[in-house]
């Protein structure tokens, strides 16, 4: 028998207003200081799934990235024109092609996501200390959260 899941409170779909927007925002206004790195958004998130997972089939990227193959096979070339990515066949099917992150791209999103959390540390500075706790315990949360939607 499967079980019914209960509908959120009122209460429950105005937090979840309020995380959707603060993280849509929040993610925006840190996405400029990828514009140093010369990563576009797509390109930034595949790259941080092949550092991150670990070397990808390109069906498995296109499904990770929710893109169409086309669409992650222009960006992989691209990436591998610039040395962020390495593409080689597959041990054991050699029509398959998996993509890995080289270091070259890893030190580049490295360094992107360090602009990016400094940018948010000098921005909980602007905050007290019992606040900059209540954001922490957020995070936690959150992080906890991502995991179960």
Request: aromatic share 0%.
């Amino acid at each position: 028998m499967t079980a019914r899941k209960k509908a959120p409170a009122p209460d429950d779909m105005v937090v979840a207003d309020k995380i959707h927007s603060a993280a849509i925002r929040l993610l925006r206004r840190l996405r400029t200081e990828d514009d140093a790195s010369g990563l576009s958004a797509p390109r930034a998130s595949a790259l941080s799934v092949l550092a991150f997972v670990g070397p990808q089939t390109l069906g498995d990227l296109a499904r990770a990235e929710q893109v169409k193959p086309p669409t992650i096979t222009r960006l992989i070339q691209e990436m591998e024109r610039e040395g962020l990515v390495a593409v080689a066949a597959d041990a054991d099917d050699k029509r398959v092609k998996r993509v890995k992150a080289t270091a070259k791209g890893k030190r580049l999103l490295i360094d992107a996501r360090q602009r990016r959390v400094m940018r948010l540390a000098r921005g909980l500075t602007t905050h007290s200390q019992s606040d900059q706790a209540a954001l922490a315990k957020a995070a936690t949360l959150l992080l906890e959260l991502a995991q179960r939607v």
